[in-house]
């Protein structure tokens, strides 16, 4: 365990154990987020380049526009 993460597990030892576990249940769900995106994204390359492909031949046959923010 890092330095980092044992400054942070002594500070939340020192909460309620509700406020710990509700902090527990926290890093939990982040944790499997990361991992089902980590998932997505892997299996995902081979359509995110053909996605990029169809996006740089409508680019270069003028289909594109240039992102003004101010018209967001």
Known sequence: MTR??????AE???LSEQEQ???ANWI???LTSERRWEK???NSEDVLA?????ALAEHRE???QALDPDRL
Do not use: M, W, Y
């Not at 980092?4 to 597990?9: G, S």
């Not at 053909?50 to 169809?54: G, I, R």
């Open 28 to 30: 939990l769900n982040e």
């Open 40 to 42: 997505a994204f892997a």
């Open 4 to 9: 980092l993460l044992e400054k942070a597990v």
């Open 62 to 64: 003028g289909h594109t």
């Open 12 to 14: 939340v030892s020192r």
């Open 50 to 54: 053909q996605l990029a492909d169809v």
């Open 21 to 23: 576990d509700a902090i």
